[in-house]
C-alpha cells in the first residue's frame, strides 16, 4: 500500500498515523546514520517536512508525532493550511516555510501567517518582504521580524530560482539592511543530473564565505528525500523531506 492510497478516508487517522509514524522514524534513522558517518552531532540537523499537496489533517498528525516545522511552495496553500491547521490544533507551535519560488505580490499575505522564506533570490523580492513584513508588525499580524534564507542557484538554470554563487553574499547584504528581515542563512536544491555530492560540496564553500559575512547566517538548508545524506555530509543544518515521509504526490 502507498502512501496516498493509505491517505484515503476509509483507513482513518489512526492508519495513516502509524503510517506516518514508521516513514517519521526511517527519515530520523537516516538522518542520524549520516550525521554520524559524517562524524557530526544528529542534533545538529533539522528537519523541515514539506508538505505541499497534502492535507492540513497530515499536518496535524504531525504535529502529533513531534514535528513543528513545515514547508510550503505556494503561498495561497500554505495560508489555507496554516488556518486550518488552527482549528485542527489549537495549541500547535507551528511554524510555517515557504520553500517555492515567491511572486512579489504575494509578499503581503505571506507576512501575515509564514515564519519564513527560504527562496530569496533577488533584490527586489527582498525589497518586497521587507515591506510586506513591517506593515504586518504595525498592523499587530505579527510579532517579529520574517526569517529568510538565500536562495543559491548552482547551475544558473532557469525556472528553478535562486541567485548565482558570485552574488550571494551582494543579496546576503541587503537582507542584511532590512529593518524587518533576518538573515538566518542559505539554502539550494542540487541540479537536476549532478552528483549531488559535488553539488553539496559548492554549497558548502559558498556557505562558508556567507557565515564569515555574517556570523549569524548558520542555517544551510539542502538535500531531499533522494540526497539528504550527501547533504549532510557536506554541512547541511537541515534537510527538507516530502515523498520519504508523506508519500509519492
Same mark, same amino acid.
Given at each position: 500500500?502507498? $502512501?496516498r492510497e @493509505? &491517505? /484515503?478516508?476509509? !483507513?482513518?487517522?489512526?492508519?495513516r498515523?502509524?503510517?506516518? #509514524?514508521r516513514a517519521?522514524?526511517?527519515v530520523?534513522?537516516?538522518i542520524?546514520?549520516?550525521?554520524r ?25 504531525l504535529?502529533?508525532?513531534?514535528l513543528?516545522?513545515f514547508g510550503?511552495?505556494k503561498?495561497?496553500e500554505? $495560508?489555507?493550511? @496554516? &488556518? /486550518?491547521?488552527? !482549528? ?8 510555517? #516555510? ?10 503581503r499575505s505571506?507576512a ?9 533570490d533577488?533584490?527586489?523580492?527582498v ?5 510586506a513584513a ?14 529568510v534564507l538565500v536562495q543559491?542557484?548552482?547551475d544558473?538554470?532557469?525556472g528553478?530560482?535562486g541567485?548565482?554563487v ?14 524587518h ?9 542540487a541540479?537536476?543530473?549532478a552528483?549531488?555530492a559535488?553539488a553539496?560540496?559548492?554549497?558548502a564553500?559558498?556557505?562558508d564565505?556567507?557565515r564569515?559575512?555574517?556570523p ?6 539542502a ?7 550527501a547533504a549532510?555530509e557536506?554541512?547541511?543544518t537541515?534537510v527538507r523531506v516530502?515523498?520519504?515521509?508523506l508519500?509519492?504526490?
Amino acid at each position: 500500500m502507498t $502512501a496516498r492510497e @493509505a &491517505a /484515503e478516508p476509509a !483507513t482513518g487517522d489512526t492508519a495513516r498515523r502509524e503510517v506516518l #509514524r514508521r516513514a517519521l522514524e526511517d527519515v530520523r534513522a537516516r538522518i542520524d546514520a549520516a550525521a554520524r558517518a559524517a562524524g557530526r552531532d544528529p542534533a545538529e540537523v533539522g528537519l523541515l517536512a514539506v508538505t505541499k499537496t497534502w492535507p492540513a489533517s497530515d499536518v496535524a498528525l504531525l504535529v502529533d508525532l513531534g514535528l513543528a516545522e513545515f514547508g510550503e511552495n505556494k503561498e495561497q496553500e500554505g $495560508a489555507a493550511k @496554516a &488556518a /486550518e491547521l488552527t !482549528t485542527l490544533r489549537p495549541d500547535a507551535a507551528a511554524r510555517w #516555510r515557504i520553500v517555492g519560488r515567491l511572486q512579489r505580490n504575494k509578499a503581503r499575505s505571506l507576512a501575515r501567517w509564514a515564519h519564513a522564506v527560504d527562496s530569496v533570490d533577488s533584490p527586489r523580492l527582498v525589497d518586497a518582504l521587507d515591506r510586506a513584513a513591517g506593515s504586518a508588525r504595525e498592523a499587530g499580524e505579527r510579532s517579529g521580524p520574517l526569517h529568510v534564507l538565500v536562495q543559491v542557484s548552482l547551475d544558473g538554470a532557469e525556472g528553478r530560482g535562486g541567485v548565482g554563487v558570485d552574488d550571494v553574499e551582494g543579496l546576503a547584504e541587503r537582507v542584511e539592511r532590512c529593518a524587518h528581515l533576518s538573515l538566518d542563512g542559505v539554502m539550494t536544491v542540487a541540479p537536476r543530473d549532478a552528483d549531488p555530492a559535488e553539488a553539496f560540496g559548492t554549497f558548502a564553500v559558498v556557505a562558508d564565505r556567507v557565515r564569515r559575512s555574517f556570523p549569524q547566517a548558520t542555517t544551510l538548508s539542502a538535500g531531499m528525500s533522494g540526497d539528504l545524506e550527501a547533504a549532510i555530509e557536506h554541512g547541511s543544518t537541515c534537510v527538507r523531506v516530502g515523498t520519504a515521509l508523506l508519500g509519492a504526490r
